[in-house]
């Protein structure tokens, strides 16, 4: 049974349009994340939800929006898409913990270019 | 903040030998949690392994070793006898405890090509 899975792998579409990517882990981890890897191999940290409660937001341009409708569940939207969003986009879990640093288990990631 | 520098872009080396891929960090906690995944070719990110601040102590897994010393602010890992199935990009990442939700920061990653 796959542990985060991530949906689609691949998402081609237009400059401008509206995207989501949907995350799912079946770990009963508390905590969900959202990577963003460049065109470099280059992770950064985009967005983390602790029990529905957005915990860190870098600075990310308000066209992306994370919705978590439940703990299992953390989506990524996507407004009005730009060339630079073109990037492979990694979903993460943890138990979260207190005391932090839990190991991350990572989704296979979703390949977006935009056109 | 904090910061993790993979100062090798790129190693290559012959199957067999022995490689080391470098990993400095900064940061102004007291705790906190220093990572490596790995990255093969299909994509994925590997889990290899979490050291905390305060076990100084190094690990050794199989061929895999992890040398992580606080006076230099470095977390080395070595690869003995390398194969060919090593060959990936290997990211050092260190994460700060904020209490469960701590993003990791990623070195830019450290590409190995191990030749056959």
């Given at each position: 049974d796959t542990a985060v899975s991530q949906t689609p792998k691949y998402l081609v579409t237009q400059m401008g349009n509206d995207k989501s990517i949907k995350c799912e882990q079946?770990?009963?981890?508390d905590t969900m994340y959202w990577y963003k890897q460049d065109s470099k191999k280059f992770l950064k940290i985009m967005f983390s939800y602790n029990n529905k409660e957005l915990i860190i937001n870098e600075t990310?341009?308000?066209?992306f929006s994370p919705k978590s409708p439940d703990k299992a569940h953390l989506n990524l939207h996507i407004n009005?898409?730009?060339?630079?969003?073109?990037a492979v986009y990694f979903c993460a879990s943890s138990p979260g913990v207190a005391g932090g640093g839990d190991e991350q288990f990572f989704g296979p990631g979703t390949r977006l270019t935009v056109l | 903040a904090q910061k993790v520098t993979q100062a090798q872009t790129e190693i290559s080396v012959v199957e067999k030998e022995d490689v080391t891929l470098d990993c400095v960090y900064e940061t102004r906690d007291t705790t906190y949690y220093l990572f490596w995944y790995k990255q093969p070719p299909s994509g994925e990110l590997v889990f290899l392994i979490r050291r905390n601040s305060f076990d100084e102590q190094n690990e050794i897994s199989g061929r895999y070793s992890w040398n992580f010393q606080k006076s230099t602010s470095s977390f080395n890992f070595t690869i003995t006898a390398?194969?060919?199935?090593?060959s990936a990009v290997y990211f050092c990442a260190l994460s700060e405890?904020?209490?469960?939700?701590d993003g990791l920061t990623f070195g830019k990653g450290t590409h190995l090509i191990i030749q056959p």
């Open positions: 079946n770990l009963g981890h990310v341009p308000n066209r009005s898409l730009e060339l630079g969003d073109s | 390398s194969q060919v199935v090593d405890d904020r209490g469960g939700a």
